[in-house]
């Protein structure tokens, strides 16, 4: 009896250690595949990490550049209203009294032309002398 207790005990541990043996396998697997997801997930930080930086280095860039189109903005509306004022309101100034002129002259030219003499019908030899201010 007791060499067949020997000889299970033997069938058992040989049924065992292959069992130990393929969960080993299996374990060794295991960790090979989460070493290489750990690898792939650490390239991947990495990735991420460089990606974030240009995205903030951009992110600065972007600013720097709607910082300087505010301050061309605000330029070109100095610009604009100093144009306005010093070169189209001078022209509309001008126009204005060009056309207050001309108004002026039409009148005068239509006042001499109904002129029909002082005491008698001598239009046609009569002159005016006209100052225009």
Known sequence: MNNQAIDTTCSTLTVTSSK????????RNGLVELE??????????????????????????????????VSGTSTLKSGISTYNQEGIST???????????????????????DYKGFA????????????IK
């Open 20 to 27: 130990v043996k393929e969960q080993l396998l299996a374990l």
């Open 36 to 69: 290489n997801g750990s690898n792939t997930l650490y390239s991947s930080s990495k990735k991420i990490t460089e990606g974030i930086s240009s995205l903030y280095q951009g992110t600065n860039q972007l600013l720097e550049g709607v910082n300087r189109l």
């Open 91 to 113: 022209l509309v100034g001008y126009a204005d009294k060009i056309q207050s002129k001309t108004n002026k002259l039409k009148k005068l030219i239509q006042l001499s032309e």
């Open 120 to 131: 008698s019908d001598n239009a046609s030899s009569t002159t005016f002398v006209s100052v």
